[in-house]
T-cell receptor, first 112, second 110 residues
Framework: ETGVTQTPRHLVMGMTNKKSLKCEQH?????MYWYKQSAKKPLELMFV???????ENNSVPSRFSPECPNSSHLFLHLHTLQPEDSALYLC???????????FGPGTRLTVL | EDKVVQSPLSLVVHEGDTVTLNCSYE??????LLWYKQEKKAPTFLFML????IEKKSGRLSSILDKKELSSILNITATQTGDSAIYLC??????????FGQGTTLQVKP
């Protein structure tokens, strides 16, 4: 248990649905991250937020929309996804001045 | 194109064996190299390496970075079945970009 929580843990959605993934930490961390882990592919960094400001967007399609309303919460809004977007979506956070990242348990997303 | 390559992709050993996992990288503006252990859940941070030649150690695990060779190794001595996992190597650039390798799947048999 790292102190980073993610909800829901499992999500099944159709291609026309709109859903959101939530990540929360009350560890005092200032940086938060979204990662995608697909089967048989390396872990991919999607978005980075530092002090609520997005600092990295690794060429992620616009059907994924992140939101960071404060330094404790991070959302990933999903809209018109494709079946190939089915994956484990991991959230992580890191404390100020440190590179160590603490990962949440992930949301297993299936797009039908 | 930035890339991180790990070898071997999979490894089966017996308890008590020593294993060495490799990570090589080609990343512009290298900042740090990180090792993670991933079991059924999310990755767990193991080490962060920034300086060449300085070994980081934690119990039976140790890691060292060679910036000349653009590589790092992760050693696990006296392996136990609980060491069975996927070991991920990632390299961070100065821009904050993080690139992961494919991982090495380690299975430790009793």
């Amino acid at each position: 248990e790292t102190g980073v929580t993610q909800t829901p843990r499992h999500l099944v959605m159709g291609m026309t649905n709109k859903k959101s993934l939530k990540c929360e930490q009350h560890l005092g961390h200032n940086a938060m991250y979204w990662y995608k882990q697909s089967a048989k592919k390396p872990l991919e960094l999607m978005f980075v937020y530092n002090f609520k400001e997005q600092t990295e967007n690794n060429s992620v399609p616009s059907r994924f929309s992140p939101e960071c309303p404060n330094s404790s919460h991070l959302f990933l809004h999903l809209h018109t996804l494709q079946p190939e977007d089915s994956a484990l979506y991991l959230c992580a956070s890191s404390p100020p001045g440190a590179d160590e990242q603490f990962f949440g348990p992930g949301t297993r997303l299936t797009v039908l | 194109e930035d890339k991180v390559v790990q070898s071997p992709l999979s490894l089966v050993v017996h308890e008590g064996d020593t294993v060495t996992l490799n990570c090589s990288y080609e990343v512009t503006n290298f900042r740090s190299l990180l090792w993670y252990k991933q079991e059924k859940k999310a990755p767990t941070f193991l080490f962060m390496l920034t300086s060449s030649g300085i070994e980081k150690k934690s119990g039976r695990l140790s890691s060292i970075l060679d910036k000349k060779e653009l590589s790092s190794i992760l050693n696990i001595t006296a392996t136990q079945t609980g060491d069975s996992a996927i070991y991920l190597c990632a390299v961070e650039s100065n821009t904050g970009k993080l690139i992961f390798g494919q991982g090495t799947t380690l299975q430790v048999k009793p």
